[in-house]
């Protein structure tokens, strides 16, 4: 017992030495404290970039009007929630930060869907988290807000104008980028070149987590399918009632074929058994 207490002893002695020889004890003191009062890492002006954005406050109850129930969470959002969680969980995973969300026809709630799950995701302050609207033909987005921006985002895709010239921020990290009206040709406008570029500069100048793109139903135009590869991921909204199977199926296939699949949701079920949602929490 005796030799290995030595033993410890000594390479605590060698190791002090070590210490001493490399850095003297009144320049290691003085580095330590340099350390400890250096400054956090610049964020190179980004906060000053979302500030830039043109603050709003969202309108509750007009929100809940529109079904857009995850801005304040509870009992309503908890779905909404759940694939918010699953969401993030699979684009950190593989590194996507771009989400188209569609769906095969008209009304089949994608608009309130990726209003819900942007609205979600910014109720967690460290996600940054834009919102931007390419239902160019039939744009919902300020109607379902009640709010009307400064511009339109096609505009920005156009190069025309800035994110920040366009846009409405609700708190810190929420960007809504939204339309003002239907946009002609729009389809021609997705395929230019400028739209690549506009959202690389958006994604290096404000640095979301997760950008959400209100996309166009993909079986009554081209729209969808003259952007769809520059999504990193896609989210398919089926209708209960009303999209079929044959529908999804292409939608799915043809997706595939330029992007990643993320899931599919089933929304509007008029009949959900007990065994769903969280009545309990009341």
Not at 65 to 79: L, W, Y
Not at 167 to 173: K, P
Request: overall charge neutral; hydrophobic content about 45%.
């Amino acid at each position: 017992m005796e030799r290995i207490q030595a033993a410890i002893e000594k390479a605590r002695a060698e190791r002090r030495q070590a210490e001493a020889t490399v850095l003297p004890p009144a320049m290691a003191q003085a580095a330590a404290q340099d350390a400890i009062a250096a400054p956090p890492p610049a964020d190179n002006g980004l906060a000053a970039r979302w500030s830039a954005i043109t603050p709003y406050v969202a309108k509750r109850k007009l929100l809940t009007r529109s079904r857009i129930v995850a801005a304040e969470g509870g009992q309503e959002a908890a779905a909404f929630d759940v694939l918010r969680t699953k969401t993030l969980q699979q684009m950190k995973a593989n590194g996507w930060k771009k989400l188209a969300i569609t769906s095969p026809t008209p009304g089949c709630g994608k608009s309130t869907i990726a209003l819900n799950l942007g609205f979600g995701l910014a109720r967690q302050p460290e996600q940054r988290v834009i919102v931007a609207e390419l239902d160019l033909r039939r744009p919902s987005l300020m109607r379902m807000t009640g709010q009307e921006p400064p511009g339109s985002f096609a505009d920005v895709m156009t190069g025309q104008a800035a994110l920040a010239d366009v846009a409405l921020r609700q708190g810190d990290n929420l960007a809504l980028a939204m339309n003002r009206g239907p946009v002609r040709n729009p389809a021609e406008l997705l395929h230019r070149s400028s739209v690549a570029e506009a959202f690389a500069t958006i994604e290096a100048d404000y640095q979301p987590d997760v950008i959400i793109f209100d996309m166009p139903p993909m079986l009554v135009s081209d729209d969808a399918m003259a952007v769809m590869g520059q999504m990193d991921c896609v989210l398919l909204i089926a209708a209960a009632e009303k999209t079929t199977a044959k529908e999804l199926d292409i939608c799915e296939r043809e997706a595939a074929s330029q992007s990643n699949i993320l899931g599919v949701v089933l929304n509007k079920c008029r009949y959900m058994g007990p065994d769903y949602g969280y009545s309990y929490y009341s």
